[in-house]
């Protein structure tokens, strides 16, 4: 398929294009059809170029985006002879005179700005190639054109490539993969499949390599893109050189060097030299690699190709290295590294990583200044909504004022009737301790005071026995006092312990066993973790202890008492005496002898009490706190 090409030294394109140029009378179709071929410009030769550029002169008017589109296709010309400073000059003089915001402009702006980011490449100013291909995003963004996204893209990727950044070049170049949707985009975008394929190369990952070199091949052959066939055979050819297929190289290699001398692009011509060099250095012909490399060199250097230069030092190199020519591979090397390090110096990474964050931080920029530029179009709309926003924003003032003061006031009335509640609450409380405790002396108190005016009346009535009734009425008038006493205790104290406890009710039994004397008890501590009583629980313990010990007395018949006290992760009170025993059935304990009272206060204080037998003989009372 190649051969019928290279006879006509055109493309089946381009001769469809000189026909219709030649045969056409109108001369705004025929500046048309001269701005097609100049888009056919990596097919055509550069005395053909330099002539449809004359021609096109001629027809063109000047500062219309035709005349701007020409321009950089001059440009391009100047680029492929290897006058990079003036295409430089050229580009940078139509990028100050473009206007500016002009929609009709847009896709020759961002034309201009890929050419001159082409030119920085081959000029070795690969930092200001990203400034340009950084700009043309951000401009496809706003625009949301996603030709120019991917050609965006494809620049960013070829300058990452000629750092030798082969990684971050296929993140870049995948982007613009993305954006393949169409033809169109194809045809502008064509060597993204030829530069993803060189850098799974150079990364030895062949299989990817081939996938896409096989994609390059087939749209370079679609589109009759001469320059982008002959890079893809180059390609190739360095792939199977790799694979250790000099035969499959060779081919690709003639074919491709064919092509390139019909296109005669200065560039890709030193970048062949190169590839022909490294070919013969592995077939074992360093002669003829060592002429090509050198050739190759002579021609960068002059053309200030610093990048090319690289590639064919390394070409060099390996055919020095081959043919067992030490010190001259050894220098070979000495001067890669020198210029490494001055294209680095050139571009260095800080620089580039400082660019890519301007134009991330320009994106994120973007919104706010069109909104400004739009602000800027208009004074009195500006005025007006500034004066709106102020508006606004002391309404806004005022409103958020008055909510909070309405949220205080609500708050505040909202603690006063809380704390009226509270008050309230309490009152109840108070009221119903108040009642509780009167209960409790009229019970406990009124009993002695009956007992009192009992014995008083017996007095008046028998005086013959007025000793023994006087000595019940001391008896009863220190139980009034002992209980009081005892209510005295606990309401002064707004929190007791279970040791306070303890030794009040130690001191009660001392104080009732002198009444007993044939009657021993003792008492037991392990307080191994302190247990708080409120006032109110505490006094319902003391008394059902105290009702315990009196029942244990009265009717049990015991010669022996014991009170232990032992606390850790509950609370256990236990009143044992070793008497006749209680009703073997717990569940139908009747609630004589002071039990109904002991159920009554432990269920209000929230504790439990249950009877067990005390073996061999008598009653356990055991005490515990539910929590």
């Known amino acids: 398929m190649l051969m019928p090409v290279i006879l006509m030294a055109q493309t089946g394109r381009i001769t469809q294009l000189r026909n219709e140029l030649y045969t056409t009378k109108d001369q705004q179709h025929k500046l048309s059809v001269l701005l097609s071929l100049l888009r056919e410009g990596r097919s055509v030769p550069s005395d053909s170029l330099v002539q449809y550029i004359e021609m096109a002169e001629e027809l063109i008017k000047p500062d219309s985006p035709e005349y701007y589109k020409l321009n950089t296709y001059r440009a391009f010309y100047l680029l492929r002879n290897g006058n990079q400073n003036s295409a430089l000059l050229l580009l940078n003089e139509l990028l100050s005179d473009i206007p500016k915001n002009n929609s009709l402009f847009f896709d020759v702006h961002l034309g201009i700005l890929h050419a001159r980011a082409n030119a920085f490449v081959r000029n070795n100013l690969i930092k200001n190639a990203f400034q340009d291909g950084f700009t043309m995003l951000k401009m496809a963004e706003e ?33 613009c993969y993305s954006y393949l949707r169409n033809d169109s985009i194809i045809f502008s975008s064509i060597y993204v499949y030829s530069n993803l394929a060189s850098c799974y190369n150079n990364l030895g990952q062949m299989d990817s390599a081939f996938k896409y070199i096989d994609l390059a091949i087939k749209y370079g052959n679609k589109f009759e893109n001469l320059s982008s066939l002959s890079n893809s055979l180059n390609i190739r050819a360095d792939m199977y050189i790799r694979l250790n297929q000099p035969e499959l190289a060779e081919k690709d290699l003639e074919e491709a060097l064919k092509l390139r001398e019909q296109v005669g692009d200065v560039s890709f011509i030193v970048s062949d030299m190169a590839q022909m060099a490294k070919f013969y250095a592995s077939i074992g012909q360093t002669n003829k690699g060592i002429k090509w490399a050198n050739e190759g060199i002579k021609i960068a250097r002059e053309k200030k190709l610093l990048s090319k230069q690289i ?47 301007k134009y991330q931080l320009q994106k994120k920029e973007n919104i ?66 108040r009642k509780r405790i009167a209960a409790d002396m009229h019970d406990n108190l009124g009993a002695y005071a009956a007992a009192i005016t009992n014995q008083i009346k017996l007095i008046k009535d028998k005086s013959d ?29 707004q929190e007791l312990t279970l040791t306070n406890l303890s030794d009040r009710f130690k001191s009660w039994m001392q104080k009732l066993m002198k009444s007993y004397p044939d009657i021993d008890y003792h008492f037991k501590e392990t307080i191994e ?84 037998d005390n073996h061999p003989q008598g009653t356990n009372v055991v005490l515990r706190n539910t929590t």
């Open 143 to 175: 625009n949301n054109s996603d030709n120019w996204k991917a050609y965006a893209y494809l620049i960013l990727g070829y300058s990452d490539m000629e750092l030798l950044k082969y990684r971050s070049a296929i993140e870049n170049l995948k982007k």
């Open 311 to 357: 590639y064919l030092l390394t070409a060099l190199a390996e055919n020095y290295r081959v043919a067992g020519l030490k010190d001259e591979y050894a220098n070979a090397l000495l001067e890669i590294v020198e210029l490494k390090d001055t294209l680095y110096q050139k571009n260095a990474a800080s620089d580039l990583a400082a660019l890519e964050a």
């Open 368 to 433: 706010i200044i069109l909104q400004e530029s739009k602000l800027a179009k208009n004074r009195y709309t500006t005025y007006g909504i500034i004066a709106l926003l102020t508006f606004i924003f002391i309404a806004s003032g005022l409103l958020y004022r008055n909510a909070q003061l309405k949220r205080q006031h609500k708050y505040e009335q909202q603690l006063m009737e809380q704390e009226l509640l509270a008050k309230e609450n309490l009152n109840k409380a108070m009221e119903t301790e």
């Open 465 to 493: 026995i007025h000793y023994m009734i006087i000595k019940n009425l001391e008896s009863n008038a220190a139980s009034m006092v002992s209980q009081l006493s005892d209510t005295i205790w606990v309401l002064k104290n």
């Open 529 to 612: 973790k302190e247990y708080n009583f409120t006032p109110v629980n505490a006094l319902h313990v003391f008394y059902i202890l105290t009702e315990c010990v009196n029942n244990a007395l009265q009717h049990s018949g015991c010669n022996e008492i014991v009170i232990s006290f032992s606390s850790n992760s509950s609370v256990e009170i236990i009143v044992s005496d070793n008497g006749k025993g209680m009703h073997p059935f717990y569940s139908r304990i009747p609630d004589g002898n002071g039990i109904g009272h002991i159920k009554k206060r432990t269920y209000e204080c929230g504790w439990r009490v249950r009877w067990d």
